[in-house]
């Protein structure tokens, strides 16, 4: 016996692997109603005619105020979830990496949802991926962020 078809939306989008000079991660932690928090790398959904580094561009200057060129797309992933809104995707993720040496998050460019449901956010240093507690913290996606991050680095 199955259970109900799921129909998924495609949702094309970019995301940022934004590493600081120390080598941390900048994460944001979503809560959603209904839903356990979880965490997440900057990057969104591709707006329509946009190319994956178009979005990675924009989405990094919205989320994060960085305006600066995210390079050549270093990884790809195809995931299924559930967006903040409620709607089951099938994300062709595509990844850029971005390497500065230090930066302030400006959350001026954040949308109002976004302004809803980022509550927080934070630089995770490799160890801390490791040893997230995910129960009393949330869970971190990708699951494998630590092992993306040591196959993209390219200092």
Do not use: K, N
């Not at 932690?29 to 994956?52: H, K």
């Not at 991926?129 to 996606?141: Q, V």
């Amino acid at each position: 016996m199955t259970g109900p078809v799921v129909l998924r939306t495609p949702r094309p989008a970019a995301r940022i692997l934004l590493v600081d000079g120390a080598g941390r991660v900048l994460l944001f932690r979503f809560t959603v109603p209904g839903r356990a928090p979880f965490w997440v790398t900057p990057g969104g959904a591709l707006d329509a005619g946009e190319s994956y580094g178009e979005a990675a561009r924009r989405e990094l200057r919205e989320e994060t105020g960085i305006a600066i060129d995210p390079g050549p797309e270093v990884a790809r992933r195809i995931a299924d979830f559930e967006t903040v809104e409620g709607v089951p995707v099938t994300a062709d993720e595509r990844y850029f990496r971005v390497d500065i040496e230090t930066a302030q998050v400006d959350p001026a460019g954040h949308t109002e949802l976004e302004r809803r449901v980022m509550t927080h956010w934070r630089w995770f240093a490799p160890d801390e991926l490791a040893g997230h507690d995910a129960a009393a913290e949330g869970c971190i996606y990708p699951a494998d962020l630590a092992d993306l991050l040591a196959q993209t680095d390219r200092r």
